[in-house]
């Protein structure tokens, strides 16, 4: 390690209680999403935390965007840092909302506990821990190097778990990814402290109806059924569409490998009878389902184009009914995202790596993203493509019941960020 990287590194371990106690407050501030609660707070905490070191902040509420509302407003905070001569910006994007509690917690969801060098509750791991790590990370890194080139900008945003156009796609919107103001982006998502994330695959949610005649369920041929004919189309998935799915592979390094194919997930089925009132005791009524709908989730891969993916679905619903008597239905989008992929040359990508080689003596591993996370918006809105998912935690653990942060992972990224930042900023960018 060079001198510069080393007082670094002091720097980072001599914030190690910091930090603990900067994620365990960002816990304690129950941003559960949906419904979007306490937006306004954290980002009045991050504000607050991030002008005594320097930054300063703007605050800005997505108005109008999906999920917003008077009572549940979507409040974002973009913080920046000026150095002392000009040079690029390195954005650090984190998001501040958390997914329910669910059930099975031995620990306090919102407690933010520490044991055995862990800290414990709902988005520590997704991703408060993340957050924490990049904010100690800029500081040590303006302490050591206060007159850096360039600027740094922490940004705190809503709705990530809820598909983010009331966080970064707002900002987006409004020309905060602009590549004319920020150069390099770095997500915090738990990505694991050696690994870094170049994307995710693209999606397409669909919803599927068929159509049917209501009649007494004792005469069924006198109507015609829906959930029948919605089984002709389960059953064409499984002899046609799955098969063809699963031997569809990508170059990109997805993980886990069963990603690496094609996916489709059916989210949901209604068919017939809508369930009972909760408490309502009686016997259902003898109808013929005249209306059955499915929701199709389905995860493509870089080298497949969204109109192939969705004629791969109507192509194959068309032929049902040429063959089938009486098959009507009816195919509507709900919404698509499309693959998104940084070159591993990309200058983020490049120095992350090498900071993770210097930090953990070991090579980074490249991987994409099974599911998208807010670098979809940085990419199609932002047209930043200098952008990468790179921070500490484990994803398994995400959304699960007593999620937990190591503390030692997040002083290993907190150093690679640092590093990262010395790299492109520093007193002697390309030098380290
Ligand atoms: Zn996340």
Redesign the pocket.
Known sequence: MSTLDARIADQIESRRDDLIRLTQQLVRIPTVNPPGRHYREICELLDHRLSGTGFTSEMIRAEGAPGDSQSYPRWNIVSRREGGQAGDCVHFNS?TDVVEVGHGWTTKPFGGELKDGRIYGRGTC??KGGLATSIVAAEAFVAVCPEFNGAIEISGTAD?ETGGYGGVADLAEKGWFDPARVQHVIIP?PLNKDRICLGHRGVWWAEIETRGRIAHGSMPFLGDSAIRHMGAVLEEMERYLYPLLAGKRTSMPVVPEGARASTMNINAIHGGQAEPEPGFTGFPSACVADRCRITIDRRFLIEEDIETVKAEVGGMLERIRAERPGFEYEIRDLWQITPTMTEREAPVVTTVAGAIERVLQRAPQYVVSPGT?DQKHIDRIGRLKNCIAYGPGILDL?HQPDEWVGVQDMIDSAKVMALTLAELLGPEPGKG
């Open positions: 998001h997704d991703m990530e998502e996370y995400a």
